[in-house]
């Protein structure tokens, strides 16, 4: 798709940016998974600390009038740092709405996202997939990505909010 433009995401692309979130949420079989909304992801991204980073594609929509806009995927991430390899860039969410698939925007967005890391001089970019999402699972491998459950034993592990505030009054 030709038409498609990458760009970074503004504090008003957060609405859409949430709609397809919970898109998102509903397609990884997890709809009661997203806890936060608009406001959060414009305080968080776009307030005075930016815990987040995002890439929206955009296409022209005639539907919402001339020179409309449609946001139709994005990519949202952040940079971490590696003990071991220093710099290193966080894919959390990488999405394209069912309609918009197989038209080359999500292999844009993943480009786009690959380049901010190395415009930062990351050494790496880690993400992580479900392991039924084999459309996913084939992409990632096609562009070099690893496995580092299957070729590290490196395994995911989460502390939710209850845990964490156990742990944390015991400081």
């Known amino acids: 798709m030709e038409d498609v433009k990458i760009r970074p ?6 609405d859409r940016i949430m709609e397809l979130i919970n898109e998102l949420a509903v397609y990884e079989k997890m709809p009661d998974g997203p806890k936060i909304d608009a406001d959060v992801l414009r305080r968080d991204g776009f307030g005075p600390d930016k815990y987040y980073q995002c890439l929206v594609a955009e296409i022209a929509n005639p539907d919402v009038g001339v020179g409309g806009k449609l946001i139709v995927g994005y990519g949202l991430y952040f940079f971490v740092y590696s003990t071991w390899e220093g710099r ?3 894919l959390e969410d990488f999405y394209v709405t069912p309609l918009y ?4 925007i999500g292999s844009k967005i993943w480009m786009n996202v690959a380049k901010a890391a190395v415009q930062r001089d990351c050494s790496r970019m880690n993400f992580a997939v479900l392991g039924w ?3 996913a699972i084939d992409f990632y491998r096609s562009q070099g990505a690893v496995d580092l459950t299957e070729g590290e034993e490196w395994h995911m592990y989460r502390l939710r909010r209850a845990e964490l505030e156990k742990v944390a009054q015991r400081a």
Request: hydrophobic letters at 25%.
């Open 101 to 104: 698939r197989s038209k080359g």
């Open 133 to 135: 999402n084999k459309p």
């Open 9 to 14: 995401a503004t504090a008003d692309d957060c």
């Open 88 to 90: 290193s860039l966080w």
